[in-house]
C-alpha cells in the first residue's frame, strides 16, 4: 500500500511540473520542452524553496494566485554566469584571426551573440571591434545583435554597469578606455554600446536574424536535451551566411546534422563554418 502511494504522489508530482512548464509557455511564450528535466528540476527548485512550498502540486497552487512568480521562475531558469574575455585564448582567436578575416571579406559585418546573459560577451567583443578599427571611428561597419531569454538579464546588459570584481581579468588600460568609472561602479562607453542591439529571444523559436556573419553560443547547450542542441544549432546554421562562422563552447560538441553540416576550423576554440556554395 505504501508503494501505490509513493507511486501516486510521483505521479501527481509529474502533473504539476507539466502544468507548471505548459503555464511558462502559455503565459510567457516560452518553450520548456527542450530543457533537460534535472536542469528543469534543479531550476524550479530554488523557487520551491524561495515560496516556502515543498512539492511541485504546492508550488502550482501558489504560481496561480501570485501570476508574478512565473516571471521570477523564467529568471532562475537561465544561469547567467559570464565575465568579460571569457576563454581568453577565443578572444585572442578572434581578436589576431577570425575578426581582421571577416571584416577584410565584408563590408558590413553582423555578428550575433546568442545567450548573452547580463551582456559581457557582446560587450567584449564590441571592445575588440574598437581594438580593431579604432575609437575613432565614427561608425564600425559592424552590428552587434545580442540575445538572452531572461528579460531581467536583458535589462542588466543593456544598461552596461558593472562592479569592479565583474570586470574579472579586464586590464586597467581597457577600462580606462572603454568604462566609465561612477564611485564602485564601472559603465560601458557610450561609443561601445553603439553598435549593440540588446533583444529577449528563446533560442527554441525560429531565428530573428539571417545573413550573419558570426555567431557565438557558448555554454549554453549543456542545458538543453541532445534533440533540442541539434535543433538550436541547425537554426544556427540557417541564420549564417555562407561561409559564416559559428563558435561553441570550449566543452561543447556538435552532433548530428550539425555536424554533419558545419566544417570544424579550430578544434581548441571550437569555431565552425558553414561552407561556401561551390560556384560553376
Given amino acids: 500500500m505504501e508503494q501505490r502511494t509513493e507511486s501516486l504522489q510521483d505521479y501527481l508530482e509529474k502533473m504539476a511540473l507539466n502544468k507548471i512548464k505548459h503555464l511558462i509557455e502559455e503565459n510567457l511564450g516560452v518553450n520548456c520542452s527542450g530543457y533537460r528535466d534535472e536542469y528543469l528540476k ?40 559570464t565575465t568579460f574575455f571569457r576563454d581568453s585564448d577565443v578572444y585572442r582567436y578572434l581578436e589576431y584571426t577570425l575578426l581582421p578575416l571577416i571584416f577584410r571579406n565584408n563590408l558590413h559585418v553582423r555578428i550575433w551573440s546568442a545567450g548573452c546573459a547580463t551582456g559581457e560577451e557582446p560587450y567584449s567583443l564590441a571592445i ?15 552590428t552587434i545583435f545580442a540575445s538572452d531569454i531572461d528579460r531581467e538579464a536583458m535589462a542588466k546588459a543593456t544598461q552596461g554597469r558593472y562592479q569592479r570584481k565583474q570586470l574579472g581579468t579586464v586590464g586597467q588600460h581597457l577600462i580606462d578606455q572603454y568604462f566609465t568609472c561612477d564611485g564602485d561602479f564601472y559603465t560601458v562607453k557610450d561609443f561601445v554600446k553603439r553598435i549593440i542591439h540588446f533583444q529577449q529571444f528563446d533560442l527554441m523559436k525560429p531565428s530573428i536574424h539571417q545573413n550573419i556573419d558570426l555567431i557565438l553560443c557558448r555554454n549554453v547547450m549543456i542545458y538543453f536535451q541532445k534533440e533540442s542542441q541539434q535543433k538550436i544549432h541547425m537554426m544556427f546554421y540557417g541564420s549564417l551566411k555562407d561561409g559564416g562562422y559559428f563558435v561553441a563552447g570550449k566543452s561543447e560538441i556538435l552532433s548530428g546534422e ?23
Avoid: M
Fill in 42 to 81: 534543479r531550476r524550479f527548485d530554488i523557487r520551491l524553496k524561495a515560496t516556502n512550498t515543498n512539492t511541485y502540486g504546492k508550488y502550482l497552487v501558489y504560481v496561480k494566485k501570485n501570476p508574478s512568480e512565473l516571471e521570477k521562475l523564467l529568471n532562475d531558469l537561465a544561469v547567467n554566469y
Fill in 128 to 142: 575588440l571591434v574598437h581594438k580593431i578599427w579604432g575609437k575613432n571611428v565614427g561608425n564600425p561597419p559592424v
Fill in 258 to 280: 550539425p555536424a554533419e553540416r558545419f566544417k570544424p576550423i579550430d578544434h581548441t576554440v571550437r569555431v565552425y563554418q558553414k561552407p561556401k556554395l561551390a560556384t560553376a
